[in-house]
């Protein structure tokens, strides 16, 4: 398989970047957290799905308002066994997206679409399922340093996990999941078998009941019969007497209302007899209290003449006062009227002047609202002027100098940006290469001490080759490795002392770098331009001020002659409102001289009204309370029309009487008649109360003879019902003995299913197995960089030995340079075992990360050398990588977006 291009829409930090490989080695460089990694995750997700998180962890996140995501999505065309293909893979808001097109004829055809089927079509082209493909082609951080440096145990580890032989261990930890499962499954059965023999007992227990209880029925139902029997002749005679009694109860409920009835009209005849009465004696009082009232009407007639006296007394009075008003307001009116005319006069005077100085206030207002303008253009001015000698003076203090304006600030802040951040890579470099020459140091030391305790544990025996050596070459390896072991601590001591200070300086020039990145340049420049344009604003404001505007003296005596007429105004006022208030008035009152003739129309009224006053008080002997008389007789006529009220129903009253008179004789015929009905029909309640009794005492016992032959016939059908279900369960247990055996003897399969899996079945087979192939590819890479040696070998641990012609040398004695071809072969043979040789694409991550400066020289030019492989795509920040390849890709990560650096 050849990558030849790789594109990534909305993708991590990704926005939309294509990128175009080539055959041979491709670089990808850029600083860490730039996007680089992403692309490799790309190339996972694209071809298998596969991907940690979740899948909306791959979709970038927008930086901005108006950034809208409706898509993200990764495209890769490539070719594999001559066959050109494009494979999308992505999602929108909706939908999913998994597409595979093949080239035909220049033109791409779908060949399947939707993840699952995808990813199956890509395994099958590839002929590896995901997990084998990416362990072949693709070599993650660290995995070369750790094959240097891991102990025998990890290496062994790390190694079944790239040949996918932990899947075994995997299968064999599941394997004993589900034989736990099964026995847990055994033992509940068993547990289940425990009840079998309750069960058997109870439905013995439940069939000798059954019989006790059909036993019972075979006596009661015979009793029952014939207490049936007794009880329907009782119910029978009941019955017949019944029909008596009912009679009787009606002719006694009839007497009872017809008593009832004549009580009512008895009592009813004498209530209104008593009114009659009543009314005879109201007719006699009507007669005299007539004779009494009949003054009333002229006595009312008095006092309705008195009160229209009074109210033609009230005209005549106002009359005289709207009279005397109009004379008033006519004098008022004469000796007002000069200052009314000169009141208006100074009104027009006092619009006109206030209508000038309008117009002159709103010169004065635009005139002030360039004072404002220039005041706050000031204010600003000042607050920047100070702004930039703060800002100035932050700076002074910062970079050591004194500055004439921003643009020297920005001069010597790029300067010194550029300077410290050369120092501190510089010096962060070299921290990381004392830390790689410590953790080189500590483990030539840690393989020192372990040569030099195996030395002194062996007597003139080398302990690397196990061949004898002299005691003199004894103790001189002795004092090597002594010698050997103190320069390492000493140099270690060293190397972590300086790291100490370089960090601690490292420190201070990044919080020197963090004051320097502080200093916004932009913001500076910008508030110095704001301030130079402020300088000239204000200077052209100035000038639209003329200089008779400068201070308010013309508004000033505008007011002083305002307020002048406003005083002589306020002087006339009141003389001027009586004027005007005297005028009005006369408008409104009527004619004077109509207002004399009506009231001396009025006088001869009241003159006629005296007179008939005067007539009807002779007359009818009217004394001064007139009102209490009235009232009097008003009072005793309403009593009259209430008992003229009372006696018009004298007649119907009277006809009532003898209404009820009649009702009440026919009652009595009717009580006369029901107690005759009564004694004629014999009803005898004592014999009807006994043939009763013993009715409800033989049905009970009747209907509880009923309820127990329910309850034991129901007894009997839900214990048939339960030996019938626990018939069911023994049944069910007896499949569950079956299934007993069944479980057993899968378990004993499972058991011996998980020793083909363990570590000492299939899994060390298959590493037996594929050791020698291991071995081989390793061989021959190793062997392609002309080397010293015959041979190559790896023992069960994967340990490499070198041969040649005299000796055998192990890790411990291979040189840095060999140490990385060595690891780099072994981890490049596993990828050809794992493809079959059918290798066309390597990916190396990061592969110089956590190597010291020779190591990684040795890995850049081992890489160099590898042509074995159609097309390498390299993923690093080690700018010394650049060596490797003509096409390099540089990622930059800006605004939090990430895209290919052109520049």
């Known amino acids: 398989m050849i990558i030849n291009s790789l594109t990534l829409e909305n993708f991590k930090s990704h926005k939309n970047t294509k990128i175009d490989f080539n055959e041979n080695i491709s670089l990808i460089l850029g600083s860490n957290g730039a996007g680089k990694s992403s692309i490799l995750e790309a190339i996972s997700y694209s071809l298998f799905k596969d991907f940690d998180g979740t899948i909306d962890t791959l979709i970038r996140k927008p930086v901005e308002e108006n950034d809208i995501i409706k898509k993200m999505q990764v495209t890769i065309e490539f070719t594999h066994n001559s066959r050109n293909y494009l494979l999308k893979r992505g999602k929108t808001k909706s939908k999913n997206i998994a597409e595979l097109k093949i080239k035909e004829n220049d033109h791409y055809v779908m060949q399947c ?28 951080q660290g995995d070369i340093t750790d094959l240097i440096e891991k102990k025998a145990s990890e290496k062994k580890e790390l190694i079944s996990k790239l040949l996918n032989i932990e899947s075994f ?39 000798e009941s059954i019989t006790q209880n059909d036993e019972k029925l075979g006596t009661l139902k015979p009793e029952t019969e014939e207490l049936k029997k007794t009880v329907l002749a009782l119910e029978n005679e009941k019955n017949k007497i019944e029909l008596d009694k009912t009679k009787f109860e009606n002719y006694m409920e009839s007497l009872k209302i017809q008593k009832n009835l004549f009580k009512d009209r008895t009592l009813e005849k004498e209530k209104n007899e008593s009114k009659l009465k009543e009314i005879e004696e109201n007719e006699i009082r009507i007669i005299e209290i007539e004779k009494e009232v009949k003054p009333l009407e002229h006595l009312e007639e008095l006092k309705d003449t008195k009160n229209d006296l009074d109210v033609n007394n009230e005209k005549i009075r106002n009359l005289t006062k709207e009279i005397d008003e109009i004379e008033k307001n006519k004098v008022i009116r004469e000796n007002k009227k000069e200052a009314y005319y000169t009141s208006s006069s100074l009104k027009e005077e006092i619009d006109q002047l206030r209508k000038e100085r309008k117009e002159l206030n709103d010169k004065y207002l635009s005139i002030n609202s360039i004072k404002t303008e220039i005041k706050e253009k000031e204010n600003y001015r000042d607050n920047l002027k100070t702004e930039l000698q703060k800002a100035s003076e932050q700076a002074t203090k910062i970079l050591g100098e004194y500055f004439k304006g921003p643009e020297d600030i920005e001069k010597k802040t ?83 002392n300086s790291n100490k200070n370089q960090e601690r300086i490292l420190l201070e020039k990044q919080n020197y770098q963090k004051q320097i990145n502080d200093i916004n340049i ?65 408008s409104e009152l009527a004619d004077l001289d109509e207002l004399k003739k009506n009231v001396d129309s009025l006088n001869e009224i009241g003159s006629i009204l005296k007179a008939k006053c005067h007539d009807i008080i002779n007359k009818y002997a009217v ?46 015929e009717n009580i006369n008649k029901i107690e005759r009905d009564i004694a004629e029909l014999n009803y005898d309640s004592e014999n009807y109360d006994e043939i009763n009794k013993a009715y409800i005492l033989d ?17 009997i059908k839900k214990d048939k019902e339960t030996i019938t279900n626990k018939n069911k369960e023994l049944e069910e247990l007896e499949k569950i003995e079956e299934e007993q055996e069944h479980l057993k003897d899968y378990i004993k399969m499972l058991n011996k299913l998980r020793d083909i899996y363990s570590k000492d079945g299939v899994q060390k087979d298959l590493r037996e197995n594929v050791r020698p192939l291991i071995e081989k590819e390793t061989s021959d890479i190793f062997n392609e960089f002309d080397f010293d040696y015959t041979s190559l070998s790896l023992d069960n641990d994967y340990n490499i030995t070198l041969h040649n012609k005299n000796e055998e040398l192990s890790k411990d004695m291979f040189s840095g340079g060999e140490k990385i071809v060595i690891a780099l072969a ?42 074995f492989v159609p097309q390498m795509i390299v993923v690093t920040h080690d700018d010394e990588m650049e060596a490797l390849s003509s096409n390099i890709i540089k990622i930059q990560k800006h605004g939090g977006i990430s895209s290919i650096d052109n520049s």
């Open 169 to 207: 261990e995997r299968a064999w930890e599941e394997i004993k999941e589900l034989i736990r499962v099964y026995e847990n499954k055994l033992n509940s059965n068993n547990d289940n078998l425990s009840r079998k023999e309750g069960i058997e007992e109870d439905i013995k227990l439940i069939e």
């Open 113 to 140: 679409n939707g993840d699952k089927n995808v990813t199956l079509e890509i395994e099958n082209l590839l002929g590896l399922d995901s997990k084998s493909f990416l362990n072949a082609v693709y070599i993650r």
């Open 522 to 586: 932009e913001l500076l420049k910008e508030k110095n331009d704001n301030f130079l344009s402020l300088i000239k604003e204000i200077k052209e404001l100035k000038t639209k001020i003329p200089e008779e505007f400068e201070d308010d003296e013309l508004l000033i005596k505008m007011d002083e002659n305002i307020e002048e007429k406003e005083n002589k105004l306020n002087d006339l006022k009141e003389d001027s409102d009586a004027y005007k208030f005297a005028v009005k008035r006369l």
């Open 414 to 496: 790029i300067d010194e940006k550029t300077k410290t951040e050369k120092f501190i890579d510089d010096l962060t470099n070299k921290i990381n290469e004392n830390s790689n020459k410590i953790s080189v140091n500590r483990n030539t030391l840690e393989n020192t001490r372990k040569s030099l305790k195996d030395l002194e544990n062996t007597q003139d025996t080398c302990p690397i080759c196990q061949s004898e050596i002299s005691h003199e070459k004894h103790e001189e390896l002795s004092t090597k490795y002594k010698q050997d072991i103190n320069e390492l601590e000493l140099e270690i001591e060293s190397l972590v």
């Open 623 to 668: 004394k001064d309370n007139l009102e209490i008389q009235i009232k009097r007789l008003r009072k005793q006529n309403d009593f009259l029309n209430e008992l003229k009220g009372k006696v018009t129903n004298k007649e119907d009253i009277s006809n009532n009487i003898k209404n009820m008179t009649d009702e009440i004789t026919g009652y009595t």
């Open 699 to 715: 049905k009970e016992k009747l209907d509880e003879n009923n309820k127990n032959i329910t309850e034991l016939e129901t007894e």
């Open 826 to 867: 072994l981890r490049l043979g596993i990828s050809k075992v794992l493809s079959e040789n059918k290798t066309d694409l390597l990916i190396l991550d990061e592969p110089t990360i956590h190597l010291d400066e020779e190591r990684r020289s040795s890995l850049i030019d081992i890489i160099s050398k590898i042509n």
